[in-house]
């Protein structure tokens, strides 16, 4: 390590070994296992203290020759080609506040209309306007993030049905006092917290024995709960349910009916970024990467040369931590491609390995090594819908059958292995818990959060059926009017109308309802991925 005079928690780590597979230029990016991303400030080519078929002496391998050994040429970077270390997009605070246009911004906006409808763009077959109007067309340049002015806009309208189907009572049709309470309750970030407690536990060192066993505890319940009785939860006594479950609509059909993947995106997608067709980027870096291996130029290492390192910028602890481990192991560098350094949301096939026994929750952290990277996630799991659009979030990884993990990473090109990896409380050595591969790199893949509110038939006539214990005041039951009813024997229907003061509703179904039957609901919610308290294992 070399310290840095303009920062003291700053440093330069040296790293000396060969370059394999293919030439490293001083321009690139590098990924440090464990690390990071970092940029580099100079490249020293080396004579090879250890050549093959050479006699030495048994002492050729001392550190002391290694640190002495020529420099044949150095290789410094191109300020004007040097791959920027971008890591998140910054956002405009300001890029959501809305102003008043002038005549000319009114008159320029109108002339960019009447050009794009006079230029053809090609799209693929079937996409309508409003889908159109998502897609931007693609340049070899920068890659723009993903726009969102940064705020988690809560502001719906009440319990929304499928294409915008609302039903509800206006604000001025509405004699409920709790109304303006309700309407000011979407904004609290409290409702929108997860039906059971978030998944990550308090770190081991904060934590006694006793702590640490209850938490495993709970956790194997709600696994287990999660098994026997998928999605359903209870509707609480103490908060009305159109406050619990503000940010939940209703779909009518989950294969078919329409959902925006631009909507209220949270603040994290300001920070991501995003390609219009990833295929075609990959394809086009991959072909960039071959013409600078082909050209063999002056600031790259070739294959097989001894050289060291300059790495720059790197933080003292996670050098400190390198140079550590590096007594044990080998430090492994790899060159990054272009965009590489940058995060997005990305998708993995996975599956619970068979000699881990431990339920695995949504959100947990876990550390997952793809390819020559090691780096922090805490995903969220979800079914591979092949006929819908929309794929049902899943509280627990399963046992036996492959799931969808969807995480906020660096941008990484398929294909590429992975293997999930577990600290167990109290344990050194991280477990095997998961392997897989990535699957994709899309941050408009939509995870819908799934619940189901279940009530009792109480009296049964016909088709029609008066049901208790879904909800527990007329409001509520005012509220989810428009959302459709079902239940575990086969049966369809709808609510009618409330009755009592107690959450007691009538429903008129499409056949003859049984009375030890049980009405179901089904709501949904969008879920994202959680975004890492920290990127590298050497950073902790």
């Known amino acids: 390590m070399v310290p840095d005079d303009s920062s003291p928690e700053k440093c330069t780590l040296l790293l000396t070994g060969y370059t394999r597979a293919h030439s490293l230029s001083v321009n690139q990016l590098v990924h440090v296992s464990g690390a990071g991303d970092f940029q580099l400030s100079r490249i020293d080519i080396m004579k090879d203290p250890i050549p093959l078929n050479a006699r030495k002496d048994h002492n050729a391998m001392d550190s002391d020759d290694i640190e002495d050994a020529e420099i044949i040429r150095s290789l410094a970077p191109d300020p004007s080609s040097q791959e920027p270390l971008l890591v998140e997009n910054v956002p405009d605070p300001l890029a959501g506040e809305q102003t008043w246009p002038t005549e000319a911004e009114m ?5 960019n209309q009447k050009q794009k409808r006079l230029r053809k763009r090609a799209l693929p077959r079937g996409t309508s306007e409003y889908q159109a109007a998502w897609i931007v067309d693609d340049t070899d340049g920068e890659d723009s993030g993903v726009e969102n002015d940064g705020d988690d806009d809560e502001d719906d309208d009440g319990m929304l049905l499928d294409e915008g189907e609302s039903g509800f009572p206006s604000q001025e049709d509405s004699n409920n006092p709790d109304f303006e309470e309700d309407q000011v309750s979407l904004h609290l970030r409290d409702s929108d917290e997860e039906t059971e407690n978030d998944s990550v536990m308090m770190e081991g060192d904060n934590m006694t024995r006793e702590q640490i ?125 272009q965009h ?46 092949i006929n819908s659009d929309k794929h049902k979030m899943e509280r627990f990884l399963h046992a036996g059958r492959f799931s969808i993990a969807s995480i906020y990473a660096s941008i990484s090109f398929p294909p590429l292995p992975l293997i999930a990896l577990k600290n167990a409380a109290g344990a050194g050595t991280p477990a095997v818990a998961a392997v897989g591969s990535l699957r994709s790199i899309d941050p408009d893949r939509i995870i819908l959060k799934k619940i189901i509110l279940t009530g009792y038939p109480q009296r049964v006539s016909k088709l029609k059926a008066t049901v208790r214990y879904m909800f527990h005041n007329p409001e509520d039951v005012r509220w989810f009017k428009p959302v459709e009813v079902w239940t575990k024997c086969g049966r369809r229907g709808r609510v009618k109308e409330p009755i009592g003061t107690h959450g007691g509703m009538k429903c008129i179904f499409n056949g003859g309802l049984q009375q030890h039957d049980t009405v179901c609901m089904s709501l949904y919610k969008r879920a994202y991925p959680k975004w890492p308290e920290h990127r590298f294992p050497a950073n902790v």
């Open 107 to 111: 008159a320029e906006a109108e002339r």
């Open 340 to 385: 590489e350094s940058k995060m997005s949301v990305l998708h993995f096939s996975i599956k619970k390995h068979d000699s881990y026994d431990a339920p695995i929750k949504s959100k947990e952290e876990l550390i997952f090594h793809v390819g020559f990277r090691q780096f922090v996630a805490r995903p969220i799991f979800s079914t591979d819908n």
């Open 213 to 337: 066993e209850d938490e495993i505890k709970k956790t194997n319940e709600a696994h287990a709960e999660d098994e026997e009785f998928p999605d359903e939860v209870d509707t609480p006594l103490d908060v009305p349910a159109r406050k619990r479950f503000a940010k939940y609509r209703g779909l009518k059909s989950f294969r078919t009916s329409s959902w925006d993947p631009k909507e209220s995106l949270p603040p994290e997608y300001a920070r991501i970024f995003a390609f219009d067709s990833f295929a075609r980027k990959q394809k086009h870096v991959v072909a960039q990467a071959l013409k600078v291996e082909q050209e063999g130029r002056d600031d790259c290492a070739p294959v097989g040369s001894f050289a060291r390192f300059y790495i720059k910028e790197v933080p003292f602890h996670v050098a400190s931590n390198l140079c550590a481990a590096s007594r044990t192991a080998p430090i492994v560098l790899c060159g990054l491609l």
